[in-house]
């Protein structure tokens, strides 16, 4: 999305690469805190339910993005990828954790 709306052929590669850092830094963000705070918090289920649910409200709101409001599109995107991140972490972890407890 952020290809069609804010780049063109003519953009330079420094554009593009810029308009690439909120969803990866939303995503690296979203991990890193789930893996600082996601043992202190718990409640596993839960938080993996509030996470994909809030990952999917970003994703339906990015319906509201238009070429000219850059900013809720960016926001909207770093807000998606820092849930997601956070989902997709907690997932390897809660996998990696049944393994475990499967293989005692």
Same mark, same amino acid.
């Given at each position: 999305? &952020?290809?069609?709306?804010?780049?063109?052929?003519?953009?330079?590669?420094?554009? !593009?690469? *810029?308009?690439?850092?909120?969803?990866? &830094? +939303?995503?690296?963000? @979203? %991990?890193? &805190?789930?893996?600082? !705070? +996601?043992?202190? *918090? @718990?409640?596993?289920?839960?938080?993996? *339910?509030?996470?994909?649910?809030? %990952?999917?409200?970003? +994703? @339906?709101?990015?319906?509201?993005?238009?070429? /000219?409001?850059? @900013?809720?599109?960016?926001?909207? *995107?770093?807000?998606?990828?820092? /849930?997601? +991140?956070?989902?997709?972490?907690?997932?390897?972890?809660?996998? &990696?954790?049944?393994?475990?407890?499967?293989?005692?």
């Amino acid at each position: 999305m &952020i290809a069609v709306f804010y780049t063109t052929p003519e953009s330079s590669i420094n554009d !593009a690469i *810029i308009l690439t850092l909120p969803s990866n &830094i +939303g995503l690296v963000a @979203g %991990a890193l &805190i789930f893996a600082v !705070a +996601g043992h202190r *918090i @718990g409640h596993w289920k839960i938080t993996l *339910i509030v996470s994909f649910t809030l %990952a999917v409200v970003f +994703g @339906g709101l990015m319906a509201l993005v238009t070429p /000219t409001n850059k @900013g809720l599109m960016t926001a909207l *995107i770093f807000l998606m990828q820092f /849930t997601f +991140g956070w989902a997709q972490y907690e997932v390897s972890v809660e996998c &990696i954790r049944r393994k475990g407890n499967e293989e005692r």
